[in-house]
T-cell receptor, first 114, second 117 residues
Framework: AQTVTQSQPEMSVQEAETVTLSCTYD???????LFWYKQPPSRQMILVIR??????QNATENRFSVNFQKAAKSFSLKISDSQLGDAAMYFC???????????FGTGTRLTIIP | GAGVSQTPSNKVTEKGKYVELRCDPI?????LYWYRQSLGQGPEFLIY????????DSGLPNDRFFAVRPEGSVSTLKIQRTERGDSAVYLC???????????????FGAGSRLTVL
């Protein structure tokens, strides 16, 4: 069974600084997808970024980028120029290729310090 | 609609009662998912519909939980004889479906918070 581990229950960062959220996963599959979702107090899960495992190039979306290390089964999220609106719970998630069922980690609560 | 809509937003019920939670997915999305998010946890998969049929219901915790999607659009999650342990946020998500361009990207609703007293 696949598992996703987020070892940082809480993180904080000064506004405009950079922060990295960690995620590791376990799978026997060779093709899969990895995601970072943001959940603000409104509860709606919002997709931040996704990575296809067969692509070696790390995904980027504006201020958000990932460091995908397939051999180490590591998938960290880097947020640059942190903004107050980035404050939320962040969940790392996995789904095998051809199957959209997501397995989530337990989340990291990110606080932005003004 | 423009997004995934879930009703009610909040539901408080008494132990032993029956509840229904509704999900209205994005128009044209054939795949629909239900997840349960307990306090301090990540969402956990419950059931997946492709069209009208439940393609994977392996996450339903027991036979008190049931979900339907009779016309391939709106889905209802039904919980019988509710227990305090059922208290959680129930999230619905939809997508275009596996194999179609853009697959594996779920759009979530804001969830229904269920509190069982």
């Amino acid at each position: 069974a696949q598992t996703v581990t987020q070892s940082q229950p809480e993180m904080s960062v000064q506004e405009a600084e950079t922060v990295t959220l960690s995620c590791t996963y376990d799978t026997s599959e060779s093709d899969y997808y990895l995601f970072w979702y943001k959940q603000p107090p409104s509860r709606q899960m919002i997709l931040v970024i996704r990575q296809e495992a067969y692509k070696q190039q790390n995904a980027t979306e504006n201020r958000f980028s990932v460091n995908f290390q397939k051999a180490a089964k590591s998938f960290s999220l880097k947020i640059s120029d942190s903004q107050l609106g980035d404050a939320a719970m962040y969940f790392c998630a996995y789904s095998p290729f051809g199957n959209e069922k997501l397995t989530f980690g337990t989340g990291t609560r990110l606080t932005i310090i003004p | 609609g423009a997004g995934v809509s879930q009703t009610p937003s909040n539901k408080v019920t008494e132990k032993g009662k029956y509840v229904e939670l509704r999900c209205d997915p994005i128009s044209g999305h054939t795949a629909l998912y239900w997840y349960r998010q307990s306090l301090g946890q990540g969402p956990e998969f419950l059931i997946y519909f492709q069209g009208t049929g439940a393609a994977d219901d392996s996450g339903l915790p027991n036979d008190r939980f049931f979900a339907v999607r009779p016309e391939g659009s709106v889905s209802t999650l039904k919980i019988q004889r509710t227990e305090r342990g059922d208290s959680a946020v129930y999230l619905c998500a939809s997508s275009l479906g596996t194999g179609i361009s853009g697959a594996n990207v779920l759009t979530f609703g804001a969830g229904s918070r269920l509190t069982v007293l």
